[in-house]
């Protein structure tokens, strides 16, 4: 097998053989090519878990597992006291399924570690964005490879996944961005 290899790809070869990691130029390029293994196949594990996750929430959405996102009852029942009345509350264009209601919890408890009030912050932020999203559908970007009117949009470090049903907005899972 023959590869040809630009200069700058070349001198970063000659540059690993000098620092005597490397035996052979071939080495070089063996372990390059085992990391992009490696990196590709990460990534199809994390599609796959994905997928797996989002197949999740449909099957709770066809079973009638979905609820109002009402994250102040969230809040309420993690800090031990009653509901404020004084925030936003569900809307029933706003619906999530049990396991997106859990992926709350989590990153509630997560933030909640080094404090809460941060917690219920970040947890309203991304209620208060699949609100505006319900308002709003077309502006998540469809995801196909997960579902056939799956959809996804960002909110801070999370993406957060949804169908829409009618003009209800079906929250299927609220997922760290770098998973």
């Known amino acids: 097998m023959h590869v040809e290899l630009s200069t700058e790809q070349s001198d970063f070869v000659t540059e690993c ?35 797996r996750k989002i197949s999740q929430s449909l099957d709770e959405l066809n079973n009638d597992r979905i ?4 994250v102040e009852l969230l809040i309420s029942q993690h800090r031990q006291r009653p509901v404020r009345e004084d925030m936003p509350r569900a809307e029933n264009r706003v619906q999530a399924a049990a396991s997106a209601v859990d992926d709350m919890n989590l990153i509630w408890t997560t933030y909640a570690r080094e404090n809460p009030d941060a917690a219920d912050n970040q947890v309203r932020k991304l209620a208060d964005r699949c609100r505006r999203v319900s308002t709003m559908p077309g502006m998540g970007r469809p995801r ?4 056939e009117r799956v959809q996804s949009v960002t909110a801070q470090r999370f993406v957060i ?19």
């Open 67 to 70: 609820a109002p996102l009402d």
């Open 161 to 179: 996944y949804y169908l829409m049903q009618g003009l209800t907005l079906i929250v299927l899972r609220v997922q760290p961005a770098d998973e």
């Open 17 to 51: 053989l000098q620092t005597r990691r490397f035996e052979t130029p071939n080495h070089v390029i063996a372990t390059a090519l085992d990391l992009l293994r490696t990196h590709l196949d990460n990534g199809a594990g994390k599609q796959a878990k994905l997928e």
């Open 144 to 147: 196909t490879d997960l579902g």
